[in-house]
């Protein structure tokens, strides 16, 4: 499963395609042009840091060493040794599993798909319900220790046109096995005390820990698929876009701030995906409310320290090299954005830390807040959230001593 060569061959694919989902497209708030390509994985503003030397920096070198405590230490509360030290170890399972395919060029769940460690089994099981199945790959995926869990049809227009040889980033071929019909996407909530801190080195912690839960969860998961006989690639940020994944498994909305936002967890969200053959139902995604809300905040575009949030409606013109064309949606300066985090040495959620989703649904009124953010009574819930904002930035201090 791949992308033709023949340019005139990869666009009657791309308008089949298109066709084939401009239904579920529409409900799901998801908006393609003729001009739409596949997006090219060594594009990507992180995979740029390593070939592109209009992104490379001596700030660039310093954000990649600091993950390897190499670097110098910032000053400050949040960017202490000890701060830098949790963030990398919150890192640690995610690192391993995606340095052991080195050798050969393969960085998992990055810039290659997750290997498998066991094969298919010899005998398929039987599956005369896909509707029972969904529930139980659901079920098996929360006690493995996701959070969300949606299913979708498999779509090969948010699949990478190619992906990267990390030995010296070349292209190299993005290939699925054949028969790929559905893609299983989990959830994995980052802890909302930590997105408090950022910026600090600190919050860095909660992005880490979720990449090392995702690594595990989605590898075990993929395995139970497997040994039922089926095919079943686990797979993170590697081999296609998980956001229009994600909002087509009906777990939330894009929004202003680049991030899907769901109705459980808000934007504090990490997620990963599971390619598989496995006969099952798929979940039916509707728009939620997210985006209107979207046109009438801007607190993320105004709390940007880089500036790299778009101000105004969503648009179908894009220049940034590191973001997909042909989508009409809110498109950030991804250079300015991955600037600051350079200089920072470490990764920046303020936009999430200060979205007006970012609260603890357990509690009745923020419960109150959503049913009104998500209706037409949503600029109720934008003056609610200036009178009340829940965005105040806690110390990281004040998250070690538990305070």
Known sequence: MAWPSN??????????????????DAAAGIETTEDFQPFNQINDMF???????????????????????????????????????????????????????????????????????TPVAETRAEIDDPDKMAAEVKRIAQFFGADLVGITEMDERWLYASRVDTRDFSEAPNELPEGMTSVIVLGHQMERELVATYPSALAGAATGREYSHEAAIVMQLA??????????????????????????????????????????????LRFSKIFTSLPLTHDIAEKLGVAAFCDICTK?????????????????????????????????????????????????????????????????????????????????????????????RLKPTDWWSGT
């Open 223 to 268: 395995a139970y698929i497997r040994n039922l006989g089926y095919e079943a690639v686990a797979s993170m940020n590697d081999t296609g876009l998980v956001i229009p994944y994600a909002v087509k498994a009906g777990l939330g909305e894009y929004a202003r701030n680049q991030m899907v936002i769901t109705p459980e967890f808000g934007p504090r």
């Open 47 to 117: 995979t740029r840091a390593f070939w592109d030397d209009s992104v490379r920096s001596k700030h660039t070198d310093a954000f990649f060493e600091s993950y390897r405590m190499q670097a110098t230490y910032r000053k400050g509360d949040g960017f202490r040794q000890k701060d830098f030290a949790l963030r990398n170890a919150s890192w640690l399972i995610s690192d391993v599993i995606s340095d052991r395919g080195a050798a050969e060029g393969r960085r998992e769940g990055f810039q290659a798909p997750i290997a498998a460690d």
């Open 7 to 24: 340019r005139d061959d990869n666009q009657d694919k791309l308008d089949a395609l298109r066709d084939k989902f401009a239904e579920s």
């Open 300 to 392: 993320c575009a105004d709390a940007c320290p880089a500036k790299a949030l778009p101000y105004g409606p969503p648009e179908t013109s894009n220049e940034d090299q590191s973001s997909i064309s042909g989508v009409k949606k809110w498109t950030s300066d991804a250079k300015a954005c991955f600037g600051y985090w350079a200089k920072l040495r470490s990764d920046c959620a303020i936009c999430m830390r200060v979205c007006p989703f970012n609260r603890d649904f357990s509690k009745p009124e923020n419960r109150m807040w959503l049913r009104l953010a998500l209706s037409r009574f949503r600029k109720w819930a934008l003056w609610w959230d200036q009178k009340r904002p829940q965005d105040a």
